[in-house]
């Protein structure tokens, strides 16, 4: 795989996660940003940081 295209994908695969990151930190209320699914999890405001 040439580096230019190995770049590329790299580049589109963050902006697909940077994507999906905005839209549930858009959804998540400031109030719960504390919210862990587990208690040995990371907060989401961890996360979000």
Do not use: C, F
């Amino acid at each position: 795989m040439h580096t230019s295209s190995l770049q590329q994908n790299i580049l589109a695969e963050l902006d697909h996660e940077l994507a999906n990151t905005r839209r549930i930190l858009e959804r998540v209320p400031y109030e719960q940003a504390d919210y862990k699914p587990h208690p040995k999890s990371m907060g989401l405001w961890q996360l979000a940081t």
